[in-house]
């Protein structure tokens, strides 16, 4: 069940765009993520570590992400709520784990895409993350207020974000107009 962010409970709000030189119809976001190849995943950040496609009990798809966020190594369970060409939007409950120990953290993760024109897209990479009430313990049980946990988990969480997002909308990119992942990627704008 879905925790609803709100200012008692909210850690993060990232989104960061990018231009993919392709066309909207050629598109599609749900094949990126459901077929990505780990190495593929592996590149698009200097704190990926590794990436896996699994389903839940019911059948549903799952994207298994393990990353670094800042200095929490965080393992994601992104079951997918709705999947499409030009749109992905994924839930977890992630573990974090940092020196002070181990919790977890809702992640609402969504993808999309939009038409700029016939040759060219926008790709939106979008990260949410909640506390949830074994967080809200972790860090009352560590002396961290909320408002130190919510500034240095946006930091973390934006830094990563405007790295892998670029990376992300060229390899969605690659796959559209190639139908490959591993092609070389072109001179890219941080």
Known sequence: ????????NALSAS???AIMNAPIEKINIADWLLNLPDAEYQRCSVNHIAAGITSNFEGIPMSINVEYVGTALVVQHYIFDEYRADYCRMLSISDTITASGRSKVQVLWELKAERIDDK????????HA???PEFLNFIKENGISLAEAAKARQEASDTHNHEETPLFAKSIENKALF?????????IRL
């Open 120 to 127: 060219t897209s926008k790709f939106t990479n979008t990260i």
């Open 130 to 132: 909640t506390a949830t």
């Open 179 to 187: 139908g490959k992942y591993n092609l070389p990627f072109q001179q």
């Open 15 to 17: 989104i960061v765009s």
């Open 1 to 8: 069940m879905e925790i609803v962010q709100t200012p008692e």
